[in-house]
């Protein structure tokens, strides 16, 4: 499952380097949780949160339907 939650976070990556941010894969654990960081202009935006839930967890769920939630560390 790790590498195909890589595989979606590399679709979404453009968008946010864009942006001047990105995401980092930290874990993926067996329950479906999937931890990431997000880093440069996302780490520190007041819409990180919109940005993980709306975008990053959405296109996770839809594509790697195993997935349960996003969580940032």
């Known amino acids: ?8 976070l590399e679709k979404i990556r453009p968008a946010l380097q864009a942006d001047g941010g990105d995401v980092t894969l930290i874990d993926v654990a067996e329950d479906g949780t999937v931890k990431v960081k997000l880093t440069g202009a996302c780490g520190s935006c007041p819409m990180s949160t919109m940005t993980l839930k709306n975008g990053i967890e959405r296109l996770l769920k839809q594509e790697v339907p195993e997935v349960k939630e996003v969580i940032q560390v």
Not at 1 to 8: A, F, I, N, R, S
Request: aromatic fraction near 0%.
């Open 1 to 8: 499952m790790k590498e195909k939650v890589q595989t979606v």
